[in-house]
């Protein structure tokens, strides 16, 4: 076994392929901050169309702030691997000596680093504007940390199947939005109960679950969608 | 045993087998419809509280049944072909998705014409078990169109088998929402502690007519295979041989 120490370990492997992407991202800081964008936009754009009043603001802020969640990382996760397939990078990643799985790990992680966490700082901000209770915060920002994780775990399955694909962009969401509307309904009614002063546990306890789930399973799926995508 | 199924997996062998098993399934599946739509339209008294309109149930419990029925088989097919890369399980798969997907439409149009008298609204967002139905059914449009998107059949075959085994972990979250949250829809009334809540006049017209839809999604299932396998296998030598026999018989 001569020639395994020249190759670089697992955590390594992992660690260098996150730094990569989030090195990346920052230099096209355009890429992370049109999605924060679309999401605040899309969060301007509902209080103009369904109305100003204090009471329906409030009514509809959780539902709300999650579709917009949901809808500006499907915007980001179209890109996902377009342009490692465009370079050769790719072929690269799957010809690679670490297992592909923890390479479509950190594709998520890295993904999850410059969109969903970005999106849980600007949340409150929004919330604010809708004029939800203080006490609401903590359990929207906790939700949205296992969604927006979920969804970039799950996202990247659709990325991955829809990679080489001409028409990729509308088939992703279609991919992908059924499969992750159990987030959508557990994320939005445990801020919606948080907001009636209702205990939440059972639904952060389930996105939690749903998380854990998708960390394990997903990177797999991820994975075998890759091969094939690249043959 | 194994080497029955090897010979199964071969397309030539299926599409002879296949011909003459369709009527196996039909010809039991129409007559258990007959007599479970008759019995659960006359014989079977009314409920005492939802009078006549229960009687739906007859069309919607095995249209629902079998929606998530043909996804099993779509996701255990499409399973099988990725792993052991037979090709006839990716046509099996292929060919349960449409009709996976219309039992699916069916469940969701019988259950709203059933909730308008019941519940007074066509729609109920509130009950999670009507939109996972729908979810469901955006989940086999996503299959069908991640198939119909990619154009080299063998890269579809496994894209689309990815897609069908990630959705596959849907299911059991579908089933589950129904004690999740709390919902407008009637709870299990047939699989339940202490034998069903129905009276036997009512549950064998329903039990007839599960198993029948049941047969006849096999039989058109099978119908649907031997298509798919024709089309797939149509520049095969035995696929042209079956075709000048058939011109030989004019």
């Not at chain 2, 008759?38 to 629902?64: E, K, N, S, T």
């Not at chain 2, 088989?73 to 996976?100: D, E, N, T």
């Not at chain 2, 979810?135 to 449009?141: A, K, N, P, Q, S």
């Not at chain 2, 009512?202 to 007839?208: D, E, F, G, Q, V």
Request: proline share 6%; glycine share 8%; with cysteine.
């Amino acid at each position: 076994m001569s020639h395994a120490n020249d190759i670089p370990g697992l955590w390594q492997g992992f660690s260098s392929l996150v730094r990569r992407e989030v090195l990346l991202a920052w230099k096209r800081p355009g890429d992370v901050l049109n999605p924060l964008v679309f999401f605040a936009m899309v969060s301007t754009l509902f209080p103009l169309a369904v109305g100003q009043s204090e009471q329906q603001l409030q009514f509809s802020a959780p539902g709300l702030v999650w579709v917009a969640a949901l809808l500006a990382t499907l915007l980001s996760l179209n890109s996902l691997f377009v342009s490692d397939y465009e370079d050769g990078s790719l072929d690269q990643l799957i010809l690679s000596p670490q297992p592909l799985p923890m390479l479509a790990l950190a594709k998520s992680v890295a993904h999850w680093l410059v969109s969903g966490l970005p999106l849980i700082l600007v949340s409150p901000l929004i919330a604010f504007s809708f004029k939800m209770p203080s006490s609401v915060i903590g359990v929207m920002a906790l939700t949205l940390l296992f969604g927006t994780m979920s969804l970039s775990l799950l996202g990247a399955i659709g990325a991955a199947l829809t990679v080489g694909l001409h028409r990729g962009t509308a088939l992703l969401s279609l991919l992908i939005l059924p499969l992750a509307m159990p987030i959508l309904i557990f994320g939005a009614r445990t801020v919606s109960l948080a907001a009636a002063g209702d205990t939440t546990t059972a639904g952060v306890y389930f996105l939690a679950a749903y998380c854990m789930l998708a960390l394990t399973l997903a990177p797999f799926a991820t994975a075998a969608a890759l091969r094939i995508s690249n043959e | 045993m194994w080497k029955f199924l090897h010979k199964l997996a071969s397309p030539p062998y299926f599409y002879d087998l296949s011909a003459s098993m369709i009527p196996w399934f039909a010809v039991p599946g129409v007559l258990l419809i007959a007599y479970g739509t008759y019995a659960g339209l006359f014989l079977a008294p009314p409920d005492y509280q939802q009078g006549d309109a229960f009687r739906i149930i007859y069309v919607h419990v095995p249209a629902a049944y079998l929606s998530m029925m043909a996804y099993m088989v779509m996701a255990v097919a499409a399973g099988i072909g990725l792993i052991w890369r037979i090709k006839l399980a990716h046509a099996v798969s292929a060919a349960a998705a449409p009709i996976g997907a219309w039992f699916t439409f069916l469940a969701l149009i019988t259950g709203s014409i059933w909730g308008k008298p019941m519940w007074g609204t066509w729609w109920e967002w509130g009950d999670p078990r009507l939109t996972s139905q729908l979810i469901m059914l955006f989940i086999y449009f996503g299959y069908m169109a991640l198939r119909a998107a990619i154009d080299d059949p063998g890269k579809a075959d496994k894209a689309s088998a990815v897609l069908a085994m990630v959705g596959a972990v849907n299911i059991p979250i579908i089933h589950f929402s129904v004690e999740w949250w709390s919902s407008l829809h009637q709870g299990a009334t047939i699989v339940r502690e202490g034998g069903p809540a129905m009276p036997p006049e009512m549950l064998y017209p329903l039990l007839a007519n599960i198993l029948g839809f049941t047969l006849i999604f096999g039989a058109l299932l099978l119908g649907r295979v031997r298509s798919e396998v024709l089309f797939r296998e149509r520049r095969s030598r035995w696929v042209r041989k079956l075709l000048l026999a058939e011109q030989g018989k004019e």
